[in-house]
């Protein structure tokens, strides 16, 4: 492919000024005068949803399929949701967004909010990022004094208010349903489907929640028009019925064992091994990768001899990851031992399960244990067994819990305990012959 | 019409609304449930009723989702197709539990619910009698302090969130929480908060393992001792129906039974905790005559014939003063006979109601967190504290026409106009009491007066016959509460003592023979009775029977 022209790092890679004069001077806020002008909300919806953009955010849901859940005629009030509660270990796309081109994100913002006829919007920001807030905050105070937010937007029968909310820290607001729930200033336990937030959502009324990127991207096909969206990326595989396809720029973040850990943008479908080697300089220390995490931790484990894996929605599901999620790499070399990244996985999503759903509550809690005993050399080979099962048989998919954390928690540990189980039993025979295991009764 | 298949078996739920765990209960199949209570908000977390769902279409394929369900999130239609027996499903249920007992301790030896605890018989039932963790347990600190009449056994809680969603959902003042996260999630208050609004109890009903426990029956007794009947709660006129759980002639706790027709699912603190008098060491124990001033007791049958042979004196003399007095704490069935006992002595012979106990106004929750009540209204403690009045007024009217108020009798007294009084009393001891020392002092004139009673009271103290009276919960009848709903009580502990139930002392006294048999009384009064014809029945029901009410 000749070479990519960074769409969404555009102006964030020549250093261009964040503020609202030199992002109109850049071509700001043309699509907003040009879908307020020329397109009806329906247009808009129409134009996104043929483009194909799936949602940036983890789940790679069709966005403009997820706009049109919303019911026809509802007479209001409509919510948008923004979620950039970007938790997810090692991702720092949303943030670079956010922070340096905050305008890019709040003209997709107001475009879809024009799409969906919401008249508010809240963007909802995990609490750590206090420069986004300040950044994104007075962004939102030019537009109100320039006619972009607020009542009758640049002349036309079109109104919209923005709310930045901080969140307080929790890895389960960035689920939908529980962002909803603490936007609402509740515990954020993710609710109970159906009713769907298109359906009731934010106090009680229809909800879109898109993520940051998403509507980042939306400026853009309605600036440069659906053509050039899909123009790149992949197209669905003809076999898979279900594939929706992979088009347009993903940013991808790449971290760990990485000579330049980098956020960069690039079309859809580029191997893991490319991403590594071309944009993040190689592992370092000039010693080899053991594995990566191909899109935040909960998508799972690549080994090394998987990342010629293309990243796109549907490459990493078939290496037994559960799918592209964030799209933010993290390496590990082979120095690293896989007792480490597993007893680092169960602890972050031991202490991020919200506490709801038994399964996960204790699935969470019970792997956490397991994994801190093993580290100790206190692990049997049965326990690679349960360890295995819990990763099985917790999450919305066998249908054991209400939201996809638990998905997220089972999915790395099961790939690590099936990907590198000779290191694990390994580390176990190694641990076995000090008299350690019969402290807790492990024979 | 809707037909659910259960297990394969058709059962036809008709148009009700109902959850798979409902549906399943209608063909006798038990999905068990921790977080799901029919009273409360579905929140599908405990994800213990786990089943396999699918559709049977028109043409009898059925297609099968392809993954566990809830059963208290999914609701029941045409053609649904519930497995419960499946792989799936057991899976699913069995590793629920082992999750659920990987952090519960295994202290059920000292635990106050055990043999009444959902682990246990979910576990016995659906679990494995071994955990294939071998780490420590989580052991968060109790909280002894609560409220003051729950404690939290934090360590056996399984965040089944009843308790909280009870406080705001029924309760409305919101007091307990989830604090922490994940396996570190635990029940609390507001620091300063406690759980003390007057329904707080019944989060230890609804607590399904025993983390929630009432301080009242704490190590009191082991449940599998104890002797259940069914019961009414005779603190206010709401009449929540109860379960009565006594053993050895003590009762140790009071329960709510569920009634659609009188409260619901729950009841009130002061019913729940008012019980305590029944088991007083004050209470008359042995029927007593006053002899130069000192109460001396004499058997049963000596005593019924002398104050019969009084009354009758008395009556002959001048039947209007001769005056019955009934509590409405008696069952219809011995106001019914207390009443053919006066009316026979003379036709003029007078009934009156005696003081009906009136504290503050009607209470109703849900409250919010300033304690104002809101719409709309699931829970009432009524400012009529007494459990009959209804029914007692229903004998009044019946044998004659008019209401006599105590006050009443209290001013003839005083007037020398009544010469033999027979006070039916048997109320519970209340800061307020029944009769004040100025009526009492009134009463005095009366040359005799017939104290039928529990506890010493301003009367006792002069009375010339004092007889022990039996608590509701050593007798059989009737009640009949606010909304005209009539409820068979029955007898969880025997009288101790000398003592016998009223029904059976005022059929001494109507020289009637064998024994007061509720049931029986109660058909005899049906016939004679109009108000209470729908009662002629042998059996009222777990619900009890609405009567057709007139102005009450």
């Known amino acids: 492919m000749a070479e990519f022209e960074p769409v969404l790092l555009r102006r964030i890679a020549k250093k261009a000024s964040p503020w609202l004069e030199a992002y109109r001077a850049d071509g700001g806020y043309r699509a907003l005068q040009k879908a307020l002008d020329e397109m009806s909300p329906g247009q808009v919806v129409d134009a996104v949803k043929a483009s194909g953009l799936r949602g940036r955010g983890g789940a790679g849901f069709p966005t403009g399929l997820k706009w049109t859940f919303l019911p026809k005629d509802h007479p209001g009030p409509i919510y948008m949701c923004i979620n950039a509660d970007e938790s997810e270990p090692c991702t720092f796309n949303n943030r670079i967004l956010m922070e340096e081109d905050p305008h890019q994100v709040l003209e997709g913002i107001i475009l879809s909010c024009y799409a969906t006829r919401a008249a508010t919007a809240y963007l909802y920001l995990r609490y750590e990022y206090g420069r986004g807030y300040r950044v994104l905050q007075q962004a939102i105070d030019e537009l109100y004094n320039n006619n972009l937010l607020g009542r009758n937007i640049l002349g036309k029968d079109f109104h919209l208010d923005i709310f930045l909310h901080r969140g307080a820290g929790a890895y389960i607001c960035g689920e939908e349903t529980g962002l909803i729930e603490s936007l609402e200033g509740k515990r954020a336990w993710p609710r109970i489907k159906p009713p769907f937030p298109a359906v009731e959502g934010a106090f009680r009324k229809p909800t879109v929640v898109n993520n940051i990127e998403t509507v980042a991207c939306v400026t853009h096909i309605i600036d440069r028009g659906v053509e050039w969206f899909k123009s790149m990326g992949v197209p669905p595989d003809p076999k898979n019925p279900r594939d929706a396809g992979s088009y347009g720029p993903k940013l991808y973040c790449i971290s760990g064992h990485v000579n330049n850990p980098c956020c960069v943008e690039l079309p859809m479908g580029i191997t893991l091994r490319d991403l590594v080697d071309k944009h993040g300089g190689g592992v370092w220390k000039g010693r080899k990768a053991k594995g990566a995490i191909p899109g935040g931790i909960s998508m799972g484990i690549m080994t090394e001899a998987e990342f010629d894996t293309p990243l796109d929605f549907a490459g990493p599901g078939k290496v037994g990851c559960l799918g592209l999620g964030t799209a933010a790499v993290t390496v590990f070399d082979e120095e690293t031992s896989i007792v480490d990244v597993l007893h680092n996985i169960c602890r972050f999503f031991s202490h991020e399960s919200c506490g709801q759903c038994t399964p996960c509550r204790e699935g969470t809690g019970w792997m956490l244990k397991i994994a801190e005993r093993l580290r100790r050399g206190q692990g049997r080979l049965e326990d690679l067994k349960i360890l295995e099962e819990v990763g099985d048989k917790i999450g919305i998919m066998p249908g054991t819990t209400i939201c996809g954390l638990a998905d997220g928690a089972g999915w790395p540990v099961k790939n690590a305990i099936r990907k590198f189980r000779p290191e694990f039993e390994q580390y176990i025979r190694s641990a076995e012959k000090s008299s350690l295991l019969e402290l807790v009764g492990g024979h | 019409m809707a037909t659910v298949y259960v297990n394969d078996k058709p059962v036809d739920i008709g148009n009700e609304k109902l959850n798979l765990i409902q549906a399943a209960q209608k063909a006798g199949v038990l999905i068990p449930h921790y977080c799901w209570h029919p009273a409360l908000t579905v929140v599908a977390s405990c994800r213990m009723c786990l089943v396999e769902v699918g559709e049977r279409k028109p043409d009898g394929t059925v297609v099968m989702q392809p993954k566990v369900v809830p059963g208290c999130q999914t609701p029941a239609k045409d053609g649904t197709v519930i497995q419960t027996l499946t792989s799936r499903a057991v899976d ?206 004499l058997p049963w049958t000596e005593i019924a014939s002398l104050v019969r042979r009084g009354f009758q004196s008395a009556a002959q003399k001048d039947g209007t003063s001769t005056v019955g007095v009934l509590s409405p704490f008696l069952t219809c069935e011995e106001a019914y006979l207390l009443a053919k006992f006066i009316k026979g002595l003379s036709p003029q012979a007078r009934l009156a109601l005696d003081s009906v106990p009136i504290v503050g106004e009607d209470d109703t929750y849900p409250k919010d967190r300033r304690g104002r009540p809101t719409e709309p209204v699931k829970f009432t403690i009524r400012a009529e504290k007494c459990p009959n009045r209804r029914g007692v007024e229903a004998i009044l009217r019946h044998f004659q026409g008019e209401i006599i108020s105590f006050e009443q009798v209290v001013r003839d007294a005083v007037e020398g106009r009544v010469q033999a009084l027979y006070l039916a009393a048997g109320y519970p001891p209340r800061p307020s009491g029944w009769v004040s020392d100025t009526q009492a002092q009134g009463l005095q004139r009366v040359p005799l007066v017939v104290c039928h009673d529990l506890l010493p009271s301003p009367v006792s103290n002069f009375a010339h016959y004092v007889l022990p009276g039996a608590a509701w919960a050593e007798k059989d009848g009737t009640f009949v509460n606010h909304a005209g709903l009539a409820q068979a009580i029955h007898w969880g502990i025997t009288p101790t003592g000398e003592v016998r139930t009223d029904g059976q002392v005022f059929f001494d006294l109507l020289e009637r023979r064998g024994l007061a048999h509720a049931p029986t009384v109660r058909k005899e009064m049906a016939a004679e009775v109009p108000y209470f014809a729908a009662l002629a029945g042998s059996d009222l029901g777990e619900y009890g029977i609405l009567l057709e009410s007139s102005q009450g």
């Open chain 2, 92 to 297: 699913a249920q069995h590793q629920t539990l082992e999750d659920i007992l990987l952090n519960h301790p295994l202290d059920c030896p000292v635990c106050d619910k055990a043999g009444e605890c959902m682990l246990q018989d979910y576990t016995y039932q659906f679990g494995s009698a071994k955990s294939r963790m071998i780490d420590e347990k989580n052991t968060p600190p109790n909280k002894p302090y609560i409220g003051d009449n729950v404690t939290l056994f934090t360590d056996r809680c399984i965040m089944c969130s009843r308790c909280v969603r009870f406080t705001r959902e029924v309760a409305g003042t919101a007091e307990l929480q989830i604090v922490n996260r994940g396996h570190h999630s635990e029940i609390d208050i507001f620091p300063g908060e406690p759980l003390n609004n007057k329904l707080s109890t019944n989060v230890v009903d609804l607590c399904p393992v025993g983390a929630l426990c009432s301080k009242d029956f704490l190590y009191k007794h082991r449940v599998w001792n104890l002797k259940t009947k069914e019961s009414v709660c005779p603190d206010c006129s709401t009449g929540c129906s109860i379960h009565l759980d006594g053993n050895k002639n003590i009762v140790y706790r009071l329960r709510p039974r569920y009634n659609p027709q009188a409260q619901g699912h729950f009841m009130c603190d002061d019913g729940r905790l008012g019980y305590h008098y029944v088991n007083s060491i004050e209470r008359f124990l042995r029927p007593t005559v006053r002899r130069e001033g000192k109460l001396t007791p």
